[in-house]
């Protein structure tokens, strides 16, 4: 079973893998998990999106999203037919902090899977993989009560 301790020790190894990326950019790690979901995640375009998927309050959504708009790593876009809705857009400058963030990414994977042998991985990537689809069956099935 995993612990709460495992999944803090995870987000805290992950954040100081980020640390020395969000002093070098002066970018807040919240600021920087959003540009990067976004970026890695083109179908989430929305504050809402951010607040729903990664489970982050929307006041600070709200609050990082400005930040990351004032300098110029997000544009605000007015959705066509809808002009209440906005969607978010990485722009260019926002291109080489997402590279750096993507090589962090990779490292905290290899360091996070080092000495696990490749059939073991396999064996937990279907794991989660099943995992997954059977939360989403509970998912469809809850809603429909």
Known sequence: MI???YIHKLLD???QL???LCQQTGIPQTSLDILMFLKNNPQYKNAADIVKIRGIKANL???HVERLV???YLERREVPGDRRK???I???KAEHVWRQGCE???TFIETLFSGVPAESRKIFEQVMEQTEENLNTYQKENKKK
């Open 61 to 63: 959504v709200s609050i």
């Open 86 to 88: 906005t969607e978010l």
């Open 70 to 72: 004032q300098e110029g």
């Open 18 to 20: 980020c640390r020395p």
């Open 13 to 15: 190894v992950y954040n």
């Open 90 to 92: 990485c722009t260019r």
């Open 3 to 5: 612990s709460i301790e």
């Open 104 to 106: 962090i990414q990779k």
